[in-house]
């Protein structure tokens, strides 16, 4: 459960909602269907139409990741290949193969088959490297969802503005529907600005993080497998992988 | 056919329709000839006068792209290069020479032809990497064409709002005139933010995302054909061509 | 001769010229010869202190390839290296001096002097990639003379407005100067605006395209006289050579 | 002690003041705890939300390098390597044991152990400089704290302006109450624009100037200690060393 | 003497002076001491905060740079270069110890030094370009100053501007206070965006161009150097060292 992250977002949002109180105004007055419809409408639709559907869907189920990252353990793992090093150096490369049957992630499975196929070193580092080229490229896509979200909201919200602004124009004769009219352009501009600054764009960053410590985690593993392969020594191996997370 | 970006590209739009209906706007002060004009003509001139003719025809006609996505079937393909493969196992890569008669696509049957040729795999690679990496090239500039109307769009509708607010400023004294050269001024602005932030950005990004697959799907191939080439293990093989959609 | 860049030049300034004319404006209200002295002065003044001189001549001569772009014929270079591959490998590489004479392109005459010389392939490849990246980056400078204007040319517009505006406010007891005051202001913008992006920004990308095609030409060029010191087979150097403008 | 900084601190801050008492304001007029609780609480709230919290801790207590910048010694550095590489020389590498006692800084410390180890050269800097690429990386994704900030805190400025405008329309009536609104509008813009360009952005650009000089001392090392791996001539490896902060 | 750069100056300066004059306003309205004191206060605080000492006194020191470009004579050199490859073709390496107490440039001194000591072609070439890396680096730093005040200075002018608002608003019931107040906030824009665009912006474009040449005369001498140390053929080195300026 990462904190920080909810506390963050309250804290924005609390900035905004205890800032209108402070100066006196209503809290209703932030709230405008209106202009939600068309910078909820405007950004959904943009990013909609700019992604694949497996990449807009993989990019809103990684949200979850923002307050409950990905496990990312590297003393576990760091200790589970001295283990397999030090068993491919006893009992060579083969007998890894009944370890195999405990690992549930299909990446390590796929890697410790290779190794055990006698697969040579560089050809198992490009095997895995093709993958976990692709792998990153697939979640940095899906984070991208919210960072192009964040960059399409505060221009929406513009437009929202903007046609709240001629809507007071063609009642400049009419100076009662002045107010909500220009209330309405304002209120878009803050759903625009503050959904892109103070969700939008920080959930993007963080998920980038959070991607790129997977993704280092498993060219540790890579690393690692390739290790065992060359018959590396347990500890210089060990000091060596300790280094991708230092 | 892509139903994801149809509805991005309807949600978008119905947005700011319904957002103008719903805060008692005429539908009808959206519809401004002139604004359209010179958001349309600027955006249009500037993206023809730096575009070469070929990628400009090229970047109109791969709209259809956004609905209608390239094929790019990885499964089908791994299979096909694991047929080639155990064929060139079993009965030599010269074998392979019949085969080439019922692939299509051009790309491919230079890759299998050079194959047969019995070129040599490094050589193999960057005869094909320098065709990949022109056809990359050809596409990003095609697709460009929309980044780059996203790029003009805004500032052009900016130019139509001063050109709409110079209007108003010389008919000061003419009341019943200020109302309708606003409009202009703010309705070219919507056209301009409107039209880059809800089609042409996200279509160039929709594009840009087809081509990194179709790119892919060739990278996989020349990889393939070089392990062919390499005489790997057909297994092994369809491992390592499996990363590159993982 | 381009014409689709004739046509978007024209076509840019049109819709602001018809835009004008279409919303009831005059047309001299557009003519504003105090902001045209400040955003042409000011953006030329910004991009010539910026500029080494050769950078800035070789600039300004470049724009012709808008209108006429540089001659680009792949197959026609193709042709010809393939004939001196034939030719090298009948008669000896020595056999090429006597085709030197015919040849008018300095670079292409210093790369058959250096096969002619028995140059190692991978020596060859190297003195000409020097050349070739430095002249890539000296077109890139001149063309980025281009897109500096294009980035200069708006904020220069806005100087010129906020000083009409400073002008209105020093006569605001005089309304009859406001109106003039705030034309210039507007028409500074206008013309930052337009300028920037009717005309720098894409002279700037087209330019960036011509370069493109002549620097991949080049690279084309030498990948042939590689291929034909390492005494490849023609019609591999040929489907190999087709690869780069694929 | 950084004096060149915290002159640029104050000097910053001194010209708002200043500024603000020459121009016949007063001082308070620039203090607003509304405008100061939405920008600095929007802010911080959205780095929260995008920085795993051992980042942003990190981002924090990096603050004090600005002032107090990291010892970083080439001098002291190359003379150490020189010493060891004539002990190594003269006694062998296994020698240089009796000296690691005396090194505090870990990394060091692992690289002679892995030098007195017998690591092979090209092993030993693969190891070391998996270690400097994470180190590195974290580093800036600290610093990368503070050029977030500096990107938010603007645009939340400008949230806050939108908030105290939509007061002052809804107290249109009561004229009384719109100076305070619009005061509160523009000093929240102050607070987002001079918090952003007077601190957070010239921070995160002092903070990575000197993330540079701790890596490239660290490159050096490592260079340095190869070097001796090599079995190089001293004087060599010094003049070589001596480039990396020329 | 860089006469285009002087002229790009003083035009960029006149083409405001001018503007100013042809429209009727008067040269001291763009005079306002307190404008100058937050801009020029606040971007140099700014820059001062961002930089180490030694980085912020050679970017002032560059300065000259812009008028009196730094000598860079790639004939020169080259034509050194082949007398020394000559010499150590006749005499031998060693040969060329006697030419090095002509040579003032330190760096020169030590290729030359390197390369008499017998060092190998590849280590001569990385302990080089270390030292090259190393001053690129320092150079790039120091221009960065300036592109950082010019990034700088248009914030801090809206900074000033809205200072001037802020003014005017709590005199509206002053109106002869308010014409001074908006004059203040506009000619602090003017400061801004005209000292970043006129000066800032290009006077770190221009440092750029000359880093660029500056460095590129010292690879060229680099792979001059490594060349004598292969002992390559003197006129195709010439002809390869050509390239460097072609």
Redesign the interface.
Known sequence: M????I??????????V???V?????LA??VQ???F??V???T??????????T??REGMAMVKW?FV?PVVDPDRQIAEISRWSHIARKEGLLSLETHIGGVKDPFTV?GLQ?LV?G?EPE?LR???E??IT??E??LR?AAKVWE?AGG?A???G???A??????V??N?SDPSKL?S????A??A??YG??A????F???A??LM??I?RVI?LREMLV?GLVGIANGDNPR?LE??L?????
Not at 44 to 53: D, E
Not at 162 to 167: A, E, N, T
Not at 196 to 199: F, P
Not at 242 to 246: I, R
């Open positions: 990462d904190k920080i992250s506390a963050g977002l309250f804290l924005g949002l609390a900035a905004i205890f800032g209108q402070l100066e006196g105004g209503h007055s932030l269907p209106t202009a419809l068309i909820v409408g405007g959904l639709g943009a990013v909609m139409l700019q992604s694949p559907l990449v807009f923002v990252p796929k290779l196929d697969s050809r490009e095997v895995l093709v993958e692709a792998v490229s697939n896509a192009a399409y505060p221009t929406i513009i437009l929202g903007v046609m709240g602004l001629i809507h124009m063609e400049l107010g009219g220009i209330a309405v304002f209120v501009t803050i600005v503050g892109a600054n103070l969700i764009l920080p959930v960053k963080k993080a959070n790129a280092t690393d210089i000091s060596r300790q280094g991708y997370f230092a």
